[in-house]
């Protein structure tokens, strides 16, 4: 489904910061990629979005090259992946026509509204009764569930998530984690989490990938996931 | 007094329109946009000497928008592609302007025109047009992807938006409204001055924020009526400090005033809940 090949990223043709690195992720796969600061993890996510061009090296996505229509990404601040001037019902609005044309028709539509009322009713956070609230009003917890509903409203493949429970204190790292769960399998996209926190590497995902110094430096998957150590990620 | 006080009125929805465009860069895409002292007069210098060579006011009026327009679309350009920061390609595309609209006039400073070439109701009409055209735009999922463009362009990036193209084009709509205020003003003043421009932002932002504080609701369409409201509110505040009282203040007091105002009222309280 996802399919990295030979990705190199040098910058001004000396520091690599990705390796030659090669990664194939199956259809409703949920990958966790750890790794120290400035292993490449951010800087896979940006190819892998398009954010930036690796010097060599493509990305596939459903066999089509440069395909970045089909990622959508949740980012480590609450603030970058929602608009604070907007209402929850513009926020859901502008990301419903994520890499789509966009129109000059109204985007308050009653069949938009019921729909994102019962999109918004799955995240238990009462925002469904409030779509004219701003979201600079919202808690950081109630903005990062917001946010990650946001990039799965757009019916997008490819779902980032980067360092998304970062800003967040412990609870509602907590129950945005579940919730990202149940959105993943919900959904049945094809994931991939960066995370430092190690019971989220160990406990959700299907494959754990070590990044260090542009490459893969170790991979477990399924029942691997729980040997893996605070250590593994040091060296 | 009701002559006055139907010239502020006629003041106040030219300006209107303006304010509408400033709106535009300084509200919704959050570009603090200087190049509007050069095309509003950029837009009245093309409208004036094409009704002066004997085109209709109409001709005169979509050419001055579209003059506004390509100068908003250059500063756009020089600051995406060239990466120069918003204010400084705002004043050098206003700086280069002057000297174009010279060149426009002919190399003499003014020009006059033959009688009063447009009706208030004409003004009237344009302005409620350019209030619910941009009231409709900024309602649709293209005006959304416009507006998110200036409060997070990280996330427009990342959701497909084109930002220096939507740029380019709120740029261009802004100018080009700018522009067809210069044109409205030349050709009601039947008279075009290539020094008129000076202070015309000033102006046009003491409109927007009077019309934010009247109006503070999000609604675009009514920010954008609020533009128009503030703009007309502001020309009768002013015509009663210049007029009202005989021998307070001196029409060279119009600075003055115009800043005291601003002042006042961003003094008086700061705005709650406003658009975008």
């Known amino acids: 489904m996802l399919s990295i090949e030979n990705i190199t990223i040098q910058l001004n043709g000396q520091r690599k910061i990705l390796n030659h690195l090669n990664l194939s992720v199956a259809a409703g796969e949920f990958v966790v990629i750890v790794g120290a600061n400035g292993a490449g993890k951010s800087t896979l996510f940006n190819v892998i979005s398009g954010t930036i061009k690796p010097t060599h090296g493509r990305v596939l996505i459903d066999g089509k090259s440069d395909n970045f229509a089909q990622v959508s990404r949740v980012f480590q601040d609450p603030r970058v992946g929602t608009i604070g001037n907007f209402t929850i019902f513009e926020n859901m609005a502008f990301a419903f026509c994520r890499h789509r044309r966009r129109h000059m028709i109204p985007f308050y539509g009653p069949w938009r509204q019921k729909f994102f009322k019962e999109r918004l009713a799955t995240l238990h956070m009462h925002l469904e009764d409030r779509p004219d609230d701003l979201v600079s009003s919202l808690s950081g917890g109630q903005r990062q569930a917001l946010s990650l509903l946001m990039s799965v409203i757009g019916n997008q493949r490819v779902l980032l998530l980067d360092e998304i429970t970062a800003a967040l204190d412990p609870k509602s790292s907590r129950e945005i984690m579940a919730l990202a769960n149940e959105i993943v399998q919900r959904e049945a996209r094809t994931c991939l989490m960066i995370t430092h926190n190690i019971d989220h590497a160990i406990g959700c995902g299907d494959r754990l990938i070590v990044l260090g110094n542009g490459e893969i430096a170790k991979e477990f998957r399924g029942r691997e996931k729980k040997y893996f150590s605070q250590k593994d990620l040091i060296e | ?276």
């Open chain 2, 1 to 276: 007094m009701g002559s006055e006080f139907a010239m502020a009125v006629e003041m106040g929805l030219i300006y209107g329109i303006i304010a509408i465009g400033i709106m535009l860069t300084f509200r919704i895409i959050n570009f603090a946009d200087m190049t509007c002292d050069g095309s509003f007069v950029f837009g009245g210098c093309v409208a004036s000497i094409l009704v002066k060579n004997g085109l209709s006011p109409a001709i005169g009026c979509a050419a001055a928008f579209i003059a506004g327009a390509a100068a908003g679309w250059v500063t756009a350009l020089l600051h995406s592609r060239y990466k120069i920061t918003d204010i400084l390609a705002g004043i050098l595309v206003a700086f280069m302007l002057y000297s174009i609209n010279l060149r426009l006039l002919g190399g003499m400073p003014n020009i006059t025109l033959e009688g009063s070439c447009l009706g208030n109701f004409g003004l009237l009409v344009t302005a409620m047009a350019a209030v619910l055209l941009i009231g409709y735009l900024l309602n649709t999922d293209f005006g959304l992807a416009l507006r998110a463009i200036g409060h997070n362009s990280c996330l427009a990036k990342a959701s497909g938006i084109n930002v220096a193209a939507m740029m380019a084009l709120a740029l261009a709509l802004s100018n080009g409204l700018i522009g067809l205020g210069g044109a409205f003003f030349c050709l009601t003043q039947s008279f075009c001055d290539v020094g008129s421009g000076i202070g015309t932002l000033i102006v046009a932002m003491a409109s927007l924020i009077i019309g934010e504080r009247i109006l503070p609701f999000r609604s675009p369409t009514v920010a954008a009526a609020s533009c128009v409201v503030g703009s007309v509110i502001y020309r009768i505040l002013v015509g009663f400090a210049l007029h009202g009282n005989d021998g307070i203040f001196r029409s060279s007091d119009f600075n003055l005033i115009t800043g005291v105002l601003i002042v006042a009222i961003m003094a008086i309280g700061r705005k709650k809940k406003c658009f975008p």
